[in-house]
């Protein structure tokens, strides 16, 4: 699960797909500079451009193409992409996020193992191995996994990931204590807010809050996983040892969380908020920087979250946040970060069948992987964004960094094409990060000083370092990338559904109930009723097969 961006978009409806088709026709027109225009849309929120944006602009010129990126808003993927399905038209590029399989079963896509050897750039982008696990059951390979490819060395600076996050405030108030387990997370934030119920302004803090809107909801569902000491398997653990599936949802651990959770609302420490704000109502709360403590993903929040804070002056007051190595009890080994990235072959971008320009559609993937346009996508303009020394080093001065924080500067001047493949990792020159978030420097000198002296009081230089790393933990990883991409078809899928909807139902109760005892037995008859059994099944049996098709490669 990781980078992804907050603002406003354009509504995915009828409208939109005749937009769609109004802008191409489902193939790629020319600007009257001779530049291909596509379409694309993106099942998550994203950022939109404006219209002449330079980096966009100067990208066109280089690779004779651009592309009018649309993001979701005011709808779930699923709604959005069956939207489209029903149209009949797409854009050009596509990734339906949750809803892949959507796509692939109305025949939407377009099968690219003909194409790949033709296009290196792409073609290098994964080993044959990994190509193989984005083949579906045709047999063929429809989508391209842009995220968490690295390229030579791993230079990982920012936990990407899942975590139970804090403020800096909260840490130095208590002498950065080592806070290892949940009891003493929360116990840390009782602490604070009863010493510090307000903000300097006297708005009030609000300890810890939980993100429960739509499929965002594994802020609240997930983290038994990793308080229980394993890696983010997503909808299941992995008992590395015998190779079987385990339904974290019924573990001790996960009813010892909820009862920690239970506790904290019922002292009045849980946010009575949590089980009703929208995803952006979250944000805007966040940004204010009144929360203490929450878990997300990183990129969930921070790259909007961590902009607001930086203009309003709150980061150097304390209100950023930095990831704690919580599990249950101590002495446990937590695994919330693993390095070498981690391949979602549940879902990637797509090239669907309205696009009749295929090819020019691969070859400006191809174009935005080479090392000159992936500088341009993430560093910017050369003496504009970022700055060269005399040992080829890549830095920003302190109005450079101002400036690439800032929502318009941003939406007028810089281009990511995030949704499109990249690579983390080191550029071709052996020297330079392929991101400034991972520049060994750069990193350091770009946060502000409060999350600076928090590393310096921890002895680390890294959000990575302040939870540690581990390596992936089998050919397996993530399990995931395969339950995002069931659907009602089987039995499994089935179940997979129903006990979600029920985990959203139920949750939430049992976080507020009067009797946790009585309400989690409830729940967990509840969820016994879907069959949870025949998803565990199907989620063996896809264990079992990436065993045995790795081990044709080793």
């Not at 003909?114 to 984005?134: H, M, Q, R, T, V």
């Amino acid at each position: 699960m990781k980078a992804r961006r907050v603002t406003g978009m354009l509504l995915v409806s009828a409208l939109a797909v005749s937009l769609f088709t109004g802008c191409s026709g489902g193939e790629s027109s020319k600007n009257e500079d001779g530049v291909k225009e596509f379409t694309a849309f993106f099942a998550v929120p994203g950022a939109e451009i404006n219209d002449d944006n330079d980096i966009q602009q100067i990208i066109a010129e280089k690779t004779g193409a651009k592309v009018d990126e649309t993001w979701l808003t005011g709808q779930t993927a699923s709604e959005a992409v069956g939207t489209l399905i029903a149209g009949g038209e797409y854009p050009d590029f596509i990734d339906g996020g949750d809803a892949m399989g959507q796509l692939y079963e109305a025949g939407a896509l377009v099968p690219l193992d003909d194409y790949l050897d033709d296009y290196p750039n792409i073609k290098a982008y994964y080993s044959d191995e990994e190509w193989n696990k984005l083949r579906q059951d045709d047999g063929h390979i429809y989508w391209i996994q842009q995220f968490q490819n690295i390229k030579g060395e791993e230079k990982a600076t920012t936990h990407n990931d899942e975590a139970f996050w804090i403020q800096t405030r909260v840490l130095e108030w208590a002498g950065y204590p080592e806070v290892n387990t949940l009891d003493e997370y929360f116990d840390l934030l009782e602490s604070y807010i009863e010493a510090n119920p307000t903000m300097e302004d006297g708005t009030d803090n609000i300890a810890y809050t939980i993100l429960c809107e739509d499929w965002r909801y594994y802020c609240l569902e997930n983290p038994p996983q990793f308080l229980a000491g394993y890696p983010n398997d997503g909808s299941v653990i992995v008992d590395p040892d015998e190779l079987k599936i385990i339904d974290y949802n019924t573990t001790d651990t996960a009813k010892r969380y909820f009862q920690k959770l239970n506790d904290e609302y019922q002292k009045g420490y849980v946010d009575p908020e949590s089980f009703t704000q929208t995803y952006d109502e979250y944000i805007a709360k966040l940004s204010t920087g009144r929360v203490l403590g929450m878990v997300d993903q990183w990129w969930n929040f921070a790259y909007s979250v961590n902009d607001s804070l930086k203009q309003q002056g709150l980061d150097e007051k304390g209100c950023s946040y930095v990831p704690l190595p919580i599990t249950i009890d101590e002495g446990i080994k937590n695994q919330w970060h693993t390095s070498g990235g981690a391949l979602n072959v549940g879902s990637g971008l797509a090239i669907t069948t309205s696009c009749e320009d295929v090819e020019g559609a691969l070859q400006f993937i191809d174009d935005l992987l080479e090392q000159d346009i992936h500088n341009l996508r993430f560093w910017g303009e050369e003496g504009v964004d970022y700055e060269v020394d005399e040992n080829g080093m890549f830095y920003r001065t302190e109005e450079q960094r101002t400036q690439a924080a800032d929502t318009a500067y941003k939406a007028s001047h810089l281009c990511s094409y995030s949704y499109f493949p990249s690579y983390k990792g080191t550029s071709d020159d052996g020297i330079n990060a392929n991101w400034p978030d991972e520049q060994p420097g750069e990193f350091f000198d770009s946060l502000n000083s409060a999350v600076q002296k928090c590393f310096k009081a921890y002895g680390v230089e890294t959000y990575v370092e302040m939870l540690g790393t581990n390596e992936a933990p089998g050919p397996w990883y993530p399990m995931y990338s395969f339950s995002n991409s069931m659907t009602t078809s089987t039995p499994g899928g089935v179940a997979w559904t129903k006990m979600g909807e029920i985990k959203h139902e139920y949750l939430p109760r049992v976080v507020m109930a009067d009797d946790f005892e009585g309400e989690w037995n409830t729940y967990m008859d509840a969820y016994e009723g879907c069959d949870p059994k025949a998803f565990l099944d199907e989620m063996q049996a896809e264990l079992d097969r990436r065993m045995e098709e790795s081990a044709k490669f080793e």
